[in-house]
C-alpha cells in the first residue's frame, strides 16, 4: 500500500507597521508550491500605533482562518539605531505571533541575515535579489507590487529548508535551558568550572 505524501502549509509573514508582506507555500513530500503571497496595506493616516496592531491581528487571524497552516515563519525585527522604529517593529511581530498563538499554530523566528541566507547563500543580499531567487525556486513570473510579500514568502520558504520538524510541522523549540538537557540528555556534557582565585588575576 503506497503511504501518501505528507502535506505542510507555511505561513510566512514579514511585519510591518506599514506593510505586512505574507506568502503561504505548501509542501507536498519534497515538492514546494507556492499558494499565495501578497502584502496588507496598514492605514498611514493614522497615528494611533493601536489601530495598526489591531489592522495586523486580524488580517493575520484571517490568513491563518482561510489558509489553515500549520506552521507560522516570521522574520523578526532588525537592529538599527533608531529605537521608535524597532519597538513599533516589535510590537507588529509580537500582534501577529499573538495571533498566530490564539489559533494554536506553532511560530518560529528567523533573523533577516538568516533568511537571505537560506534563499540566495548570501546574508547580504538585496530584497530583488531574494525576490529573483524566490520566482526561480518556486516558478512564479508576476513581480510583486511591493517586495514585502516576496520577503514574506522568503520567511516560509527560509523555515522549509530548514526541516528540522515536530509535532505539526514546528521547529523544534524549548522553553528553557532546563528542558533542552531533559531531551538531549546524551549530549550534554557535564563539567566542573573551578572557581576563579582572584590573586591569579
Request: proline content about 4%; hydrophobic content about 40%; some cysteine.
Amino acid at each position: 500500500m503506497i503511504q501518501p505524501q505528507k502535506e505542510r502549509i507555511i505561513l510566512g509573514i514579514d511585519p510591518g507597521t506599514v506593510v505586512m508582506g505574507y506568502g503561504l507555500i505548501k509542501e507536498v513530500g519534497s515538492k514546494t508550491e507556492l499558494i499565495a503571497l501578497g502584502v496588507v496595506k496598514i492605514p498611514g493616516n493614522s497615528d494611533d500605533h493601536m489601530l495598526k496592531l489591531q489592522r495586523i491581528f486580524e488580517k493575520t487571524i484571517a490568513l491563518i482562518d482561510n489558509y489553515n497552516p500549520d506552521t507560522l515563519a516570521i522574520e523578526a525585527p532588525f537592529y538599527g539605531k533608531n529605537i521608535q522604529v524597532m519597538l513599533k517593529l516589535g510590537r507588529a511581530q509580537g500582534t501577529a505571533i499573538a495571533a498566530a498563538l490564539s489559533r494554536n499554530i506553532p511560530v518560529n523566528e528567523y533573523s533577516p541575515r538568516k533568511i537571505k541566507q537560506a534563499i540566495t547563500g548570501n546574508g547580504n543580499a538585496t530584497k530583488e535579489q531574494v525576490a529573483a531567487m524566490l520566482q526561480r525556486l518556486l516558478n512564479f513570473k508576476e513581480t510583486p507590487e511591493f517586495l514585502d510579500a516576496t520577503d514574506g514568502l522568503a520567511v516560509a520558504v527560509c523555515h522549509s529548508f530548514q526541516k528540522i520538524t515536530t509535532g505539526r510541522g514546528s521547529k523544534i523549540s524549548y522553553s528553557g535551558w532546563e528542558a533542552f538537557v531533559k531531551d538531549n540528555n546524551k549530549r550534554v556534557v557535564s563539567q566542573k568550572i573551578e572557581p576563579r582565585n582572584k590573586s591569579q588575576e
